[in-house]
């Protein structure tokens, strides 16, 4: 959370991209008559409005702290990634699962076979593009992390999200090509049916994944682990500190919030003590600029 991430890039990337394709995918569904081209126009559709929904988050997310909402609204963000997981879910996943037993049981025969190549190609390569710039910024955050092991541990639902629909809408897009090629070579159009059912499969299990994480963080989770041992060893080091009891931390959106109790160095002198916890909360704050929030309590026992 302390890198330089540009979520709103990712999300840019991946609106422009998808928009451009759901044109023309759509206009190929319609010249083809292919099923697994129609679920790929209403996938890409679908991930149009679930871009505009986290940019809705993500500016909802950056309103100031009311009475009401002490804690600010860093967890907006965190609602519409859910939301978007369950369009993802059912406007992408099980529509296109309808769309290729639909077509099972009622084949059509593909027209113009390769003008429906010719868009996937295209497709790929600017979901691609899409997921390179998405990858980019992702880079900023995980640092020697893998990607799943990213995708697990980060905070920033916005930006699982957009890999988890760059990702799956580049391998449905492969999908799409190898079942419309295959329709187009062997002229069975049942390849493209179940081309379709197989884009549907994978879009639910990526919602799923989606899901999941955005859920751990809805509930409350704290800081990244690799965050949080930071947190500690800072506080560790400062010499005013004598022994850290506890160290809470929760993600509100991209702020957080961290609550220690600690055993301070001094502690005979009240205005000494006062002093030196403000010294460490005004160096822990400026180590760390996304704490919003900054409880310290001093004790001598946990």
Same mark, same amino acid.
């Given at each position: 959370?302390?890198?330089?991430?540009?979520?709103? &890039?990712?999300?840019?990337?991946?609106?422009?991209?998808?928009?451009?394709?759901?044109?023309?995918?759509?206009?190929?569904?319609?010249?083809?008559?292919?099923?697994?081209?129609?679920?790929?126009?209403?996938?890409?559709?679908?991930?149009?409005?679930?871009?505009?929904?986290?940019?809705?988050?993500?500016?909802?997310?950056?309103?100031?702290?009311?009475?009401?909402?002490?804690?600010?609204?860093?967890?907006?963000?965190?609602?519409?990634?859910?939301?978007?997981?369950?369009?993802?879910?059912?406007?992408?996943?099980?529509?296109?699962?309808?769309?290729?037993?639909?077509?099972?049981?009622?084949?059509?025969?593909?027209?113009?076979?390769?003008?429906?190549?010719?868009?996937?190609?295209?497709?790929?390569?600017?979901?691609?593009?899409?997921?390179?710039?998405?990858?980019?910024?992702?880079?900023?955050?995980?640092?020697?992390?893998?990607?799943?092991?990213?995708?697990?541990?980060?905070?920033?639902?916005?930006?699982?999200?957009?890999?988890?629909?760059?990702?799956?809408?580049?391998?449905?897009?492969?999908?799409?090509?190898?079942?419309?090629?295959?329709?187009?070579?062997?002229?069975?159009?049942?390849?493209?049916?179940?081309?379709?059912?197989?884009?549907?499969?994978?879009?639910?299990?990526?919602?799923?994944?989606?899901?999941?994480?955005?859920?751990?963080?809805?509930?409350?989770?704290?800081?990244?682990?690799?965050?949080?041992?930071?947190?500690?060893?800072?506080?560790?080091?400062?010499?005013?500190?004598?022994?850290?009891?506890?160290?809470?931390?929760?993600?509100?959106?991209?702020?957080?919030?961290?609550?220690?109790?600690?055993?301070?160095?001094?502690?005979?002198?009240?205005? &000494?003590?006062?002093?030196?916890?403000?010294?460490?909360?005004?160096?822990?704050?400026?180590?760390?600029?996304?704490?919003?929030?900054?409880?310290?309590?001093?004790?001598?026992?946990?």
């Amino acid at each position: 959370m302390s890198s330089g991430s540009d979520s709103v &890039k990712s999300i840019m990337y991946a609106l422009i991209a998808n928009f451009t394709i759901a044109i023309a995918k759509l206009g190929a569904a319609f010249v083809t008559s292919s099923g697994a081209m129609m679920a790929e126009a209403v996938h890409s559709f679908a991930d149009c409005g679930n871009q505009v929904l986290l940019l809705i988050g993500l500016k909802q997310a950056k309103h100031p702290p009311t009475p009401d909402y002490p804690l600010g609204f860093g967890k907006s963000i965190y609602f519409w990634s859910f939301i978007v997981a369950l369009i993802l879910f059912s406007m992408g996943g099980l529509f296109s699962i309808y769309e290729g037993v639909h077509k099972l049981h009622e084949p059509e025969a593909l027209k113009y076979p390769l003008v429906a190549i010719a868009v996937l190609l295209f497709g790929i390569f600017a979901e691609g593009a899409s997921l390179s710039g998405c990858l980019r910024e992702i880079n900023k955050d995980r640092g020697d992390q893998s990607l799943w092991r990213w995708f697990r541990d980060s905070r920033k639902s916005e930006l699982v999200v957009i890999f988890g629909e760059d990702l799956a809408a580049l391998i449905g897009l492969t999908f799409a090509l190898i079942a419309i090629s295959l329709s187009w070579l062997t002229g069975d159009p049942t390849f493209d049916a179940v081309g379709s059912i197989g884009i549907g499969v994978l879009l639910v299990i990526v919602a799923f994944f989606v899901g999941v994480e955005v859920k751990a963080l809805l509930i409350g989770q704290g800081v990244e682990p690799r965050e949080k041992e930071k947190m500690l060893n800072f506080i560790n080091q400062r010499p005013e500190v004598d022994h850290i009891f506890n160290l809470l931390t929760l993600q509100m959106g991209n702020d957080v919030m961290v609550a220690v109790k600690a055993k301070m160095s001094e502690t005979s002198d009240v205005q &000494k003590l006062l002093a030196e916890i403000n010294q460490t909360e005004k160096a822990f704050k400026m180590a760390f600029p996304q704490v919003l929030w900054l409880f310290f309590e001093p004790d001598n026992e946990d």
